[in-house]
């Protein structure tokens, strides 16, 4: 069972920053917040991860509490083509990719 | 530098059938993970190969299997087919085993009749 959640769905207005949030209370030590996106009839694609510190890249950041118990996507300048489901993920790193159902994030014009 | 290719990408074959599908990683990756994804379940892990051999394996019965070749290619095999395997099939290609990205396929839509 995945071990994260996330809520079903979150409204985001075009040029916004769409925050994303996760829970993830039981997290073990060893293992990372991981985050993908699938749009819609794609695969998956990977956006970002993180142990514990805050991460950044061309796509988004991440923000992962103190007690790592739960993390926050952020997608600064959010897209009509940011339309996706979004999951967040726990696991040791080189383990199985277990997804939940993820958060379906609707950017509106 | 080519994708993540799955073929085919689109199948229907009728209960009691086999069937097999195929993906070719990323040149240079070496590990291959499939997925099944369905409306009611969503994303379900089915197996990793890594150097031909598979190192983690998801929950699905024996039905499901799957193998690598020396140059990284895989195949999943359903046998008897049930209504219940129509599913989007999507495989995974990563540099090493369990490495942080996947890159993921198109997909296999397969419809059961």
């Known amino acids: 069972d995945a071990k994260t959640t996330q809520p079903p769905s979150m409204d985001c207005a075009e040029g916004r920053a769409a925050n994303l949030p996760c829970n993830h209370s039981?997290?073990?030590?060893?293992?990372?917040v991981y985050w993908y996106r699938q749009i819609h009839s794609q695969g998956p694609q990977y956006i970002i991860h993180?142990?514990?510190n805050n991460e950044t890249n061309e796509m988004a950041s991440l923000i992962i509490t103190e007690d790592r118990k739960s993390s926050t996507l952020i997608l600064p300048h959010a897209t009509l083509r940011d339309t996706a489901v979004y999951y967040c993920?726990?696991?040791?790193?080189?383990?199985?990719?277990?997804f939940g159902k993820g958060t379906r994030l609707h950017i509106l014009p | 530098k080519a994708g993540v290719t799955q073929t085919p990408r689109y199948l229907i074959k009728t209960r009691g059938q086999q069937v097999t599908l195929s993906c070719s990683p990323i040149?240079?990756?070496?590990?291959v993970s499939w997925y099944q994804q369905t409306p009611g379940q969503g994303l379900q892990f089915l197996f990793e190969y890594f150097s031909e051999t598979q190192r983690n394996k998801g929950n699905f019965p024996g039905r499901f299997s799957g193998r690598q070749f020396s140059n990284s290619r895989s195949e999943m095999n359903v046998s008897t087919l049930e209504l219940g395997d129509s599913a989007l099939y999507l495989c995974a290609s990563s540099l090493e085993q369990g490495t942080d990205t996947q890159y993921f396929g198109p997909g296999t839509r397969l419809t059961v009749l």
């Open positions: 039981t997290i073990s030590g060893n293992e990372y």
């Open positions: 993180g142990l514990k």
């Open positions: 993920i726990v696991r040791p790193r080189r383990d199985k990719i277990i």
């Open positions: 040149s240079g990756h070496r590990s």
